[in-house]
């Protein structure tokens, strides 16, 4: 008689089913989204990679590993490239940001325009892949996860990876629940660095399950509401004119303001904005368009976690 390979009866285990619902189930689901940008290189033959100014250094870690030379390019204040694209070699590869969620109608048109395009979609987890265009999705962005991320490419890796274990990096999630974001943010910091230089890994079944028992359709109205709640009220004093798509979901509301102390305002009620990304500062100078997208740009958060009157609070303040 076959062993068995998972053990039957004893204490419980987390309540999460991983058959319940997928919203990537045609991608490759990865570890980390630089994983699946260091996959797709390894899958393609670029000679060369051109990344925005305007990301974070962490995705530089899969070009240092394979030794692919990075350029830079710089966006306009609608975050889109200022670039010639006729300059692009056929083995280069060009990456564009769907930024915040919000140039989803950008891709589409940059889809048909670049050949050789890498749609970066980590923060535009329910946009759809374009159809051939190699696309990553990060999936601790929108949902209380430690990693996880999707990769869509038509050309796989016949390499067998090892699957992840996301056990050990759950005590930023856990705490927050049962505490404060404030207990368990040093967690969350050292999260962030364990996720630093691992191999290619296959998403964790933990990651999986999550993932698997998550009301997707409820996720996505709710941030859609949250940030029209937003825009209404901030639309006419934001310097970023940027609009929401009729078919995306924003990761947060991007607020660009002449108020150098709206941050620390915020703050100080216990309302935290992310900064994307710190490490443009250190590339860029003061006077760039980056460096004050980075300085001068508050992120509003607009998740589902949240409703109306979180909203309105937000806005009380701002």
């Known amino acids: 008689m076959e062993k068995l390979r998972t053990a039957i009866g ?15 189930p045609q991608a490759i689901a990865l570890n980390t989204a630089r994983n699946a940008l260091e996959y797709l290189l390894r899958v393609r033959t670029f000679k060369q990679i051109y990344i925005p100014y305007f990301t974070c250094e962490v995705l530089l870690e899969p070009m240092a590993k394979l030794n692919i030379p990075v350029r830079l390019y710089a966006i306009d204040e609608q975050l889109e490239p200022l670039f010639d694209f006729t300059s692009l070699n056929d083995d280069d590869a060009f990456l564009y940001t769907n930024y915040f969620g919000l140039k989803s109608d950008y891709v589409a048109q940059l889809a048909r325009q670049c050949k050789q395009l890498i749609v970066d979609n980590a923060q535009a987890f329910f946009d759809k892949p374009f159809q051939g265009e190699p696309t990553i999705y990060s999936a601790r962005k929108f949902f209380g996860v430690a990693d996880g991320a999707y990769l869509y490419t038509d050309t796989k890796s016949t390499d067998k990876f090892e699957q992840d274990s996301s056990y050990d990096r759950m005590a930023h999630l856990l705490i927050r629940k049962d505490d404060s974001a404030e207990a368990g943010y040093r ?132």
């Open 187 to 318: 967690h969350f910091v050292a999260n962030d660095k364990a996720l630093e230089q691992n191999p290619i890994k296959i998403m964790s079944r933990l990651t999986t399950a999550i993932l698997g028992s998550i009301d997707y359709e409820t996720v996505a109205q709710k941030r859609i509401e949250n940030y029209r709640c937003l825009e209404k009220a901030l639309h006419q004093t934001n310097k970023l004119t940027l609009r929401l798509s009729s078919d995306s979901v924003p990761m947060v509301y991007p607020y660009w303001t002449e108020d150098k102390a709206l941050r620390q305002r915020l703050l100080q009620e216990k309302i935290y904005t992310a900064a994307y990304w710190p490490n443009v500062k250190e590339s860029c100078r003061p006077a760039s368009l980056e460096y004050r997208l980075t300085a001068e740009v508050v992120y509003l958060p607009i998740d589902q976690r949240y409703g109306s009157n979180d909203m309105l609070n937000i806005l009380k303040y701002v």
């Open 10 to 24: 004893g204490y419980l285990e987390l309540e999460a089913s991983e058959i319940r619902n997928c919203y990537h």
